[in-house]
């Protein structure tokens, strides 16, 4: 395992190339796989062997159960069908595909091992593909059904992955006894993740410390990931499920400032495990690109990782659009509920089955030996052929995504009227409320009346947003009321900074009254027009 000092330096590796990633104006994971690959290169760095059996307990749990956190059951509802084909027999076909080219092109692989590759990179990440596509505007549709798709089908290709792997380790398999096992594994994971979920969810009821909060957060997907693996369950579906459990009923236990704590939370949490990741292979690949060209030579290599990546890249292509448009040709009931998507839409989403963290862990945890005591077959090729589809997909495909929606003028098909409505029925009810609580004795009357003038200027800009009849006016007011309000929270900052560095103040007043005006400056900008 990586020394403290290791560790560090891997850190301050993720941020130098995340900083680098912002000032070229390309998304991080492109270059955590870019800079892995290169640093692994780098003469006399220590070469970290990592536990298998340690890897996915590390990092998977909170990778799946933050990704699940932030999902949304009812989109998931309005896009079922499509996400279905992509995040089940897509990736059945993908496996199959990838397995099918592996085991004819590797001499000796066994086919439970070329299962267990094809289920390594059945899985799509969406961090840089969502990051482009919401930046340039696309559909919102489309951007749902790429998180909701990637988010299922780390199950479907993590489940087969554990299947194949107990296959490969003990060299035997039945289908029959597979599929019940598929089935068990599934039923199981998903009923402890619900009761992981809801006993956490009591357990937060009752908890008002905000670091208690952040804590039983991040502890959440471990506890289900754990209890599900150590009963021999699918402890991806039990984080899965548990995240979507909490993170549908995450308001009747969670605060305003825990709340804004848990999102940055992680975030953080994310983006270093997915950058350790990248570094720790691209660390590993020099020594296994070593040990294979003694066996190997790199030509043979470079064609092995070009056929594999294509098989991925072309399946997906090949899939995306009998996915969308077959439906509707044997459906007139889906035609007209539905309509016709752009295909330009489609082509886009065929252009974003990049690979990531999930990827890398579950290579990562490929044993090193089989159950006869004999070094697991191919591993090292394994690990290799996974840093090249990762590193085609995210580096061919991401850095090509953004020319690709510009050169199809693809634009977002969404005006926002979800976002605008709910803030309009939102203002109505908080103006409804200050009605019945001007009865109140202890609601003082020029107070009530100070918020009513607030609260009757706030609907009106957000039903004029609605109707699209905002005026010129409306907008400028809009615009000099944000500005207004964020130039005065930035002098009561800086009135706060000098009062604490005078030492007028503490620290701990100081920070309890900035992070007040923060949470004022997050409404400001929420209702930036």
């Known amino acids: 395992m990586p020394s403290v000092e290791t560790f560090f330096g891997l850190l301050a590796v993720v941020a130098a190339l995340t900083w680098l990633a912002q000032r070229i104006k390309i998304e991080y994971p492109i270059l955590l796989v870019v800079g892995g690959l290169i640093i692994g290169f780098i003469p006399g760095l220590p070469t970290i062997q990592l536990n298998p059996d ?63 590759l094809g289920a390594i990179l059945g899985p799509t990440d969406e961090t840089a593909a969502i990051a482009i596509a919401s930046r340039l505007n696309v559909a919102r549709r489309l951007i749902t059904i790429i998180k909701a798709e990637s988010l299922f089908n780390d199950a479907t290709s993590l489940v087969i992955y554990n299947v194949a792997l107990v296959a490969a380790v003990t060299g035997t398999f039945s289908w029959a006894l597979g599929i019940w096992q598929l089935f068990i594994d599934a039923v199981g994971g998903v009923c402890i993740g619900l009761a992981v979920g809801w006993l956490m969810r009591i357990i937060r009821t009752r908890i008002d410390d905000l670091l208690l909060q952040n804590t039983v957060s991040l502890l959440t997907g471990y506890a289900a990931y754990y209890l599900a693996d150590a009963l021999h369950f699918s402890g991806v579906l039990a984080a899965l499920t548990a995240g979507l459990y909490l993170g549908r009923h995450a308001e009747t236990f969670t605060s305003p400032s825990s709340r804004i704590q ?42 092995l990782a070009l056929l594999v990546s294509l098989t991925v890249i072309l399946v997906r292509i090949l899939w995306a659009f009998p996915a969308v448009y077959l439906p509707r040709v044997l459906s007139r009931r ?21 690979r990531g963290g999930v990827s890398l862990a579950a290579a990562l945890a490929v044993p090193l030996t089989v159950a006869s005591g004999a070094a697991f077959p191919d591993r090292p090729l394994i690990l290799f052929l996974t840093f090249a589809v990762i590193f085609a997909t995210l580096v061919v495909q991401g850095l090509t995504l953004q020319p690709l929606i510009r050169f199809l003028r693809i634009t977002s098909e ?28 202890w609601a003082d009357a020029a107070v009530v009346a100070d918020l009513r003038g607030h609260l009757k200027t706030s609907l009106e800009h957000r039903t004029a947003a609605r109707d699209h009849v905002l005026t010129p006016e409306q907008r400028r007011a809009a615009e000099s009321l944000y500005r207004i309000r964020r130039e005065l929270n930035d002098a009561q900052s800086r009135e706060l900074v000098r009062l604490r560095n005078e030492g007028a103040i503490n620290e701990a007043t100081m920070t309890k009254i900035v992070r007040e005006l923060d949470l004022q400056a997050l409404e400001a900008e929420a209702g930036k027009p």
């Open 54 to 116: 340690v890897v996915f307990l590390i990092f998977l749990p909170p990778l799946l159960y933050y990704e699940a956190f932030q999902s949304s059951i009812r989109d998931f509802r309005t896009n079922l069908r499509l996400i279905t084909l992509n995040a089940v027999f897509l990736v059945i076909v993908t496996i199959a595909a990838v397995a099918i080219v592996a085991h004819a092109l590797i001499p000796g692989l066994p086919w439970a091992a070329a299962v267990v």
């Open 262 to 303: 848990i999102t940055a939370q992680r975030d953080i949490t994310l983006y270093l495990i997915n950058g350790i990741l990248f570094i720790l292979v691209g660390l590993q690949l020099h020594p296994i690109l070593n040990g294979l060209s003694i066996h190997m030579a790199p030509s043979r290599l470079l064609y």
């Open 334 to 354: 889906i035609r007209a509920a539905e309509g016709t998507p752009s295909w330009r839409n489609v082509v886009v989403a065929s252009w974003t089955g990049l």
């Open 414 to 441: 969404t005006d926002d009227r979800e976002e605008t409505l709910a803030r309009v029925k939102a203002a109505r009810a908080a103006y409804a409320a200050l009605g019945k609580l001007e009865g109140e004795p």
